[in-house]
């Protein structure tokens, strides 16, 4: 039971609030954004997705830059308030064809009917894009793609050396085009988080791949449609189907620990052919959800050592090395590394010639950041940073800092080594041929090396 549901830009401006039940005090959306921005300095790292102040329970998840909040005062489960916080933002974004404060500020008479129907007297009524084209009236604005900043990582989708056509992130599902009829395109993403932990001498501890494949269509008719994966997929540890039909686990098969499938995907020649057959619904859906613990070569090799140069002096030596083909390229890379609390400074050496680079020293969390705008297959980059300290100290310098964690983005490939094969249309005339986008990207979950 939700009692308010707010939208808040990145500078804490309430753009979208709605309150259904009246038990929160109306200042709730300015509490909960003065909470979130000084946590850091308060508690230490980023705000938890749920935490309670003066007995609210608020509840919030970030996407595309924008704060989408929730509240009540009862008991609810946090997992279905987060869940129902994200299909919120996916029905949004269908309806508008992009996300962002732009949008939501010249659509709000649409999304208020949006928020209207999905919730009703604070309890969840319908999260389906199908499902309320019956009862939304309002038609979307469209926002000008040549005026739109970067979108995150679906616009770091290319296919080759060309990008993506703009209308991919733009273009609202529901929506007719202005001319002519529509273009019929689908477009298909198979995104993958992987979660790596590296030792201090360098050996792989854990890792794990979260991928999911999603689907976004533009087809008129409501065509089949099949999507084939690769035929040496297994499914389950024992080399096992999903309808316990048993297949080769050879060396070069790929194993996932688990899975499961949208409600429309249609499993009858899975475990022959490794192919799913779905009606799509509107808007964007997840096709299907994987889990993978078998070893993969991780995309990034980290080594990071910390050594005393003398009793008041130290010396932190980050190397990275890109272990992806050169025909790749890696953006919006960052690295964090706790420093040992009583750093007083930081001065950094970069490599000859190195672009793009960023260095800083956050003093009031004692944390060295580097960020590379980019990082090509193959290649390696290192950073030095001296520490200094206005004390002399005995303790454990390698206990006290560390260890490093990174984020970066990787259009066009993926770790698990998962492919769609095909993508076929049930086509309804010879003149029929959609277009047909398939992508990949890989991002960090959680990539750590310890010291």
């Given at each position: 039971m939700i009692s308010q549901l707010f939208v808040l830009s990145q500078r804490g401006d309430s753009i979208v609030f709605r309150d259904y039940r009246g038990e929160v005090p109306k200042g709730s959306a300015e509490i909960f954004f003065r909470k979130v921005k000084f946590w850091k300095e308060d508690?230490?790292?980023?705000?938890?997705?749920?935490?309670n102040v003066d007995g609210v329970n608020y509840f919030h998840v970030k996407v595309a830059g924008l704060l989408f909040v929730a509240t009540t005062r009862v008991n609810v489960s946090p997992s279905l308030v987060l869940e129902f916080l994200q299909r919120n933002a996916r029905v949004i974004k269908d309806y508008l064809g992009v996300l962002n404060e732009e949008s939501l500020r010249k659509n709000f008479v649409l999304v208020?009917?949006?928020?209207?129907?999905?919730?009703?007297?604070?309890y969840v009524q319908a999260t389906s894009t199908e499902v309320l084209k019956s009862f939304i009236f309002s038609e979307p604005i469209m926002i000008d793609a040549a005026c739109l900043p970067g979108l995150g990582p679906a616009s770091f989708f290319v296919q080759g050396a060309k990008r993506m056509p703009g209308t991919a992130v733009t273009k609202s599902v529901v929506a007719n085009e202005s001319r002519g009829r529509n273009r019929e395109e689908i477009f298909v993403d198979v995104i993958e988080k992987i979660s790596v932990t590296f030792s201090a001498s360098g050996y792989v501890l854990t890792s794990e791949i979260d991928g999911t494949i999603q689907m976004k269509s533009y087809l008129t008719g409501n065509p089949e449609i099949r999507l084939a994966l690769n035929e040496e997929l297994s499914i389950g540890r024992g080399g096992?189907?999903?309808?316990?039909?048993?297949?080769?686990?050879?060396?070069?098969?790929l194993i996932l620990d688990n899975c499961n499938f949208h409600e429309s995907v249609q499993l009858d020649s899975f475990d022959m052919d490794r192919t799913l057959s779905l009606i799509a619904p509107d808007g964007e859906f997840s096709v299907m959800n994987y889990r993978m613990t078998q070893e993969f070569r991780p995309p990034f090799h980290i080594n990071a050592?910390?050594?005393?140069?003398?009793s008041l002096k130290a010396e932190v030596i980050i190397k990275v090395r890109a272990e992806f083909p050169s025909s790749v390229t890696a953006n919006t890379i960052l690295l964090e590394m706790p420093l040992p609390a009583y750093t007083s400074r930081v001065s950094f050496?970069?490599?000859?010639?190195?672009?793009?680079?960023?260095t800083d020293f956050k003093e009031s969390s004692k944390r060295l950041i580097w960020g590379l705008k980019k990082i090509v297959g193959g290649s390696e980059h290192m950073l030095r940073a001296?520490?200094?300290?206005p004390q002399e100290t005995h303790g454990n310098i390698n206990k006290e800092a560390g260890p490093v964690s990174m984020t970066f983005t990787i259009p066009m490939y993926n770790a698990s080594r998962l492919q769609v094969k095909?993508?076929?249309?049930?086509k309804k005339s010879p003149t029929s041929n959609p277009y047909r986008w398939v992508r990949y990207v890989t991002q960090s979950n959680s990539y750590v090396a310890r010291l």
């Open positions: 508690e230490g790292g980023d705000a938890p997705p749920v935490f208020y009917e949006l928020l209207d129907e999905m919730i009703d007297f604070g096992r189907t999903i309808h316990d039909y048993s297949s080769s686990s050879g060396a070069g098969t050592l910390i050594e005393k140069l003398g050496e970069l490599e000859p010639g190195a672009v793009g680079n960023t001296k520490l200094t300290f095909y993508l076929q249309i049930a």
